[in-house]
Nanobody, 120 residues
Framework: HVQLVESGGGSVQAGESLRLSCAAS???????WAWFRQAPGKEREAVAT????????YYANSVKDRFTISRDNAKNTLYLQMNSLKPEDTAMYYC???????????????WGQGTQVTVS
């Protein structure tokens, strides 16, 4: 049974940084990994994705140049470094994994429980 466990969320001031972590019970089972976020009253959206086959990444325009997705294979951990945080980044952040190249929730079959990020 694959498990994804996020951590690293919290409450920060605008302009500060946070690093989210996603510990996976098995990192090798999926090729595509992603961070999604969902703000109250809004749909869940892909923030950043990474393809473990070649390392290619995708970022939503709203976070480009501020967020960085990365992985540590030895630790079975996915990261999201978030810099220059803005109030509009406030949301529940979810780690996801799957074998389909895409940005929709249906492309990812495995999900963590989420970690809250609040920026004021």
């Amino acid at each position: 049974h694959v498990q994804l466990v996020e951590s690293g969320g919290g409450s920060v001031q605008a302009g500060e940084s946070l690093r989210l972590s996603c510990a996976a019970s098995d990192y090798s089972f999926s090729r595509y990994w992603a961070w999604f976020r969902q703000a109250p009253g809004k749909e869940r959206e892909a923030v950043a994705t990474i393809y473990t086959g070649g390392g290619s990444t995708y970022y939503a325009n709203s976070v480009k140049d501020r967020f960085t997705i990365s992985r540590d294979n030895a630790k079975n951990t996915l990261y999201l470094q978030m810099n220059s945080l803005k109030p509009e980044d406030t949301a529940m952040y979810y780690c996801a994994a799957g074998d389909r190249c895409g940005l929709a929730q249906v492309d990812f079959g495995y999900w963590g429980q989420g970690t809250q990020v609040t920026v004021s």
